[in-house]
């Protein structure tokens, strides 16, 4: 932090070149990225009170990445990842957790992180081109560049029920799950919610509970995971080939560093066909399944319609009650994101648990001793909300966000969020966001990278050509959506509702929120732009010269 306070500020105000908000696999990245590699001065700002983001929150039972370690972490520095051995195909929380932590340590990172501060506004000063950030905490920082790493999904849903306050006994959200666990031992729980959380949270605590109601509004598709210790060999394997490892996620589609197909459905018999989805099921994985059997299951219907047919067919194998295995197979589309699971459909053969179908017998009320549908009274000792997450724009537009003009971030956002290569938005210079709304569908840590790879670049531009500013012109910013919206439009993800589309949030504007070119075209798109001097689609500004030329031309004559 620089210790000279801007001429014409109050003192108090904090000088620095960067604030980044957010702990998590990106604000990480970007902490080291400018403090570390461009020698900026950078303040880091986390409402938690540790590095982590979703991994710090996300403690709940059962909690862990449904993308194989391979690539569920950072590729810039080799020697971390010959360093670091994980020890399951797909990572816990808490080895994710101490691997962040390890990450954060490495860099020494955490000197330069405010935890248990939240930002809670951020206003753009057309004078002097910098920004003005505000936190929870009283304290004011002034910073020529903003980075949010503020989480795709991390601002939390949490519905309210008639009568939830009266509730005599524990409540829980998943995602503030409390830091240091939760005996559900002998306890009777119900879950509301089957997304990726529920249906991890439901298969980890059954064998645990004296009883587990489950509360399911819709049922999701869901493949078995096939969770395993992973083998050193392949790792090494990965090792020795790094640099195309590497390569070929950031060349892939979703970049989760496995073979998505290239072939499509209908070129295969029925009987491949059924043997190729039998393979993929037996060896494991959410969008292993969904990408790797087939090219086209997100694009084809009747591809679709194999896929969800074959899990059909398995959850009727697997769940003893038909009218339970009923009511667990969904009657949509399998176009949300995908989820896999640890044994979820044999969960509903265990005699201490039950499926409510709530949207058949909506829940009518909370009661002081459980939940009430038209089917009577469930009591519980605690209740899990397993509900999801404002994704996409919740964290951003909680923070009261200013730029040009005064512009506020939540009006040019109100019909729906409005970016350049999910990291910019038009009229706000400057300021950049990780993995923001209409990203690539991907894994997320290798997109964080190759995102705070293209912002430290950006800056670079910045500051090399005298500028103070750059900032994403309308037209750049209305092509990036164009492009979202016409990509959508091939994939059957458009039909279906869910966090991806906003369709979770009553009254959220339900539209695509991700870009569904996949990440080698993203990559390729982000290098043409850098290699082009971040001209096209962008340009740069003299802030406060521009600023004050402009002011006096409209001052009165003295
Ligand atoms: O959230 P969700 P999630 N009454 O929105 C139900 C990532 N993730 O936290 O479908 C009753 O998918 C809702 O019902 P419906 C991953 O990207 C990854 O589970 O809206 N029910 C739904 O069943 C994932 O996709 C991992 O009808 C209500 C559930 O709550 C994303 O996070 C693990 C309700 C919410 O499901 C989100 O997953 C966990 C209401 N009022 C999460 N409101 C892994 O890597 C909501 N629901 C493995």
Redesign the pocket.
């Known amino acids: 932090m620089s210790d000279m306070p801007a001429t014409g500020t109050a003192t108090d105000v904090k000088q620095v070149d960067a604030v980044v908000i957010g702990s998590g696999f990106g604000g990480l990245y970007a902490l080291h990225k400018l403090r570390n590699d461009l020698g900026l001065d950078v303040q880091a700002f986390d409402n938690a009170a540790g590095v982590g983001g979703t991994w710090y929150w996300?403690t709940y039972p059962g909690?862990?990445?449904?993308?194989e370690v391979t690539a569920y972490c950072y590729s810039f520095d080799r020697e971390l990842y010959d360093e670091w051995n994980w020890t399951e195909r797909?990572p816990r929380q808490p080895e994710i957790l101490a691997y962040l932590n390890h990450f954060a340590e490495r860099y020494d990172l955490k000197r330069s992180i405010q935890f248990e501060t939240q930002v809670v506004s951020t206003d753009f000063d057309d004078a002097t081109g910098r920004w003005t950030v505000v936190t929870d905490t009283g304290q004011t920082w002034s910073a020529q560049f903003i980075i949010e790493g503020v989480g795709l999904?991390s601002s939390t849903?949490f519905?309210h029920?008639p009568g939830q306050e009266n509730f005599g006994g524990e409540c829980y959200h998943?995602?503030r799950w409390p830091q240091g666990g939760v005996d559900l031992t002998g306890k009777r729980v119900g879950v509301?919610?089957?997304?990726?959380?529920?249906?991890?949270i439901i298969t980890a605590i059954a064998p645990e509970v004296s009883h587990l109601t489950v509360?399911?509004?819709?049922p999701?598709w869901t493949v078995p995971a096939m969770h395993r210790p992973i083998d050193p060999h392949f790792l090494n394997d990965i090792r020795a080939n790094y640099d195309g490892f590497w390569n070929s996620v950031r060349s892939s589609g979703a970049a989760f560093g496995f073979d998505e197909s290239a072939i499509t459905f209908d070129t295969a018999t029925p009987e491949e066909q059924q043997a190729a989805f039998e393979r993929q099921w037996s060896s494991g994985g959410g969008f292993q399944f969904m990408l790797g059997v087939y090219a086209d299951v997100i694009a084809s219907r009747e591809a679709n319609k194999a896929a969800t047919d074959f899990i059909a067919a398995k959850i009727r194998e697997t769940v003893k009650d038909p009218e339970t295995a009923a009511a667990l197979t969904p009657t949509d589309l399998y176009a949300?994101?995908p989820?896999?699971d640890d044994g979820y459909y044999a969960t509903f053969n265990r005699d201490n648990v039950t499926l409510v179908d709530?949207?058949a017998r909506p829940?009518l009320e909370i009661t002081e001793k459980g939940v009430r549908t038209e089917l009577g009274e469930v009591e519980l000792d605690v209740l899990v909300f397993?509900?999801?997450?404002d994704?996409f724009t919740g964290n951003y537009l909680k923070i009261d966000q200013h730029g040009k003009n005064g512009v506020s971030l939540r009006d040019r956002w109100a019909d729906r969020p409005h970016t350049f290569m999910a990291m910019m938005t038009a009229e706000f210079p400057n300021w950049f966001m990780i993995y923001g709304p209409m990203c690539p569908f991907t894994n997320q840590p290798p997109a964080h990278e190759v995102e705070v790879d293209w912002i430290a670049g950006a800056i670079q531009r910045v500051r090399n050509s005298g500028a103070q500013t750059i900032e994403v012109t309308a037209a750049g910013e209305q092509r990036w959506m164009d492009l979202c919206d016409e990509l959508a439009e091939h994939t059957l993800f458009k039909e279906t509702?869910?966090?991806i589309n906003g369709a979770?949030i009553p009254g959220k504007p339900k539209v695509t929120m991700v870009y569904m070119g996949g990440m080698g075209p993203y990559v390729d798109e982000l290098n043409r732009i850098a290699e082009g001097g971040y001209a096209d689609g962008l340009e740069l500004g003299s802030g406060a010269l521009l600023a004050t030329c402009a002011a006096q031309a409209v001052m009165p004559a003295r």
């Open positions: 996300n909690a862990r990445s449904d993308t797909y999904l849903n519905p029920f998943s995602s509301i919610g089957t997304g990726s959380t529920g249906v991890q509360f399911q509004r819709t999701q949300k994101r989820l896999c709530v949207k829940i397993a509900t999801g997450f994704a509702d869910s966090w979770n």
